[in-house]
T-cell receptor, first 114, second 113 residues
């Protein structure tokens, strides 16, 4: 049981390049999330999904797209990377139908855009 | 709107107690949480408290909730160097769809030997 895994762990992009971050979970969770973490700003929600084939915008969605084609995978895309997207990205998941929501986090992807 | 605020840094000596504070604005909270992030890792749930409770104790951890002042605190007794981490306060509310949590900025706890 690997929990939540993220690929890649590190990446350096040039401005304007594109990339996709992959999140996978093996806990059969319905809900999945993408956050970014920046110093002094905590965790900010980018996009989230409440089930296969559905996605929704979070607090800071601009410049990012997501897809949830399979229940276990949640992809985060950057179409044209900007230096402001330099951050640490975390994926998380949690089962549906709860009142107490324990989110399970991946180890993070450190992205630098030059 | 919903907002969760924390101070950014706290430094204590090994063996002392640490108190990390958090304020929130949404009175419709269902649960309030403390997550711990160790260096280079993702967040892990440390403890939580239901919104109709005042206090919860779990070994070295004590969570206090003052609903009137919308203030949450985490006390760590006999703080060890292994407690050095970033601690995030978070809340879930009855209005948040999809299990969303609102996180504070995180408090970096530094424990000096």
């Amino acid at each position: 049981n690997a929990g939540v895994t993220q690929t890649p762990k590190f990446r350096v992009l040039k401005t304007g390049q594109s990339m996709t971050l992959l999140c996978a979970q093996d806990m059969n969770h319905e809900y999945m999330y993408w956050y970014r973490q920046d110093p002094g700003m905590g965790l900010r929600l980018i996009h989230y999904s409440v089930g296969e084939g559905t996605t929704a915008k979070g607090e800071v969605p601009d410049g990012y797209n997501v897809s949830r084609l399979k229940k276990q995978n949640f992809l985060l895309g950057l179409e044209s990377a900007a230096p402001s997207q330099t951050s640490v990205y975390f994926c998380a998941s949690t089962p549906a139908g709860q009142i107490l929501y324990e989110q399970y986090f991946g180890p993070g992807t450190r992205l630098t855009v030059t | 709107g919903e907002d969760v605020e924390q101070s950014l840094f706290l430094s204590v000596r090994e063996g002392d107690s640490s108190v990390i504070n958090c304020t929130y604005t949404d009175s419709s909270s269902t649960y309030l949480y403390w997550y711990k992030q160790e260096p280079g890792a993702g967040l892990q749930l440390l403890t939580y408290i239901f919104s109709n409770m005042d206090m919860k104790q779990d070994q070295r951890l004590t969570v206090l909730l003052n609903k009137k002042d919308k203030h949450l605190s985490l006390r760590i007794a006999d703080t060890q160097t292994g407690d050095s981490a970033i601690y995030f306060c978070a809340e879930s509310t009855i209005y948040n769809q999809g299990g969303k949590l609102i996180f504070g900025q995180g408090t970096e706890l530094s424990v000096k030997p």
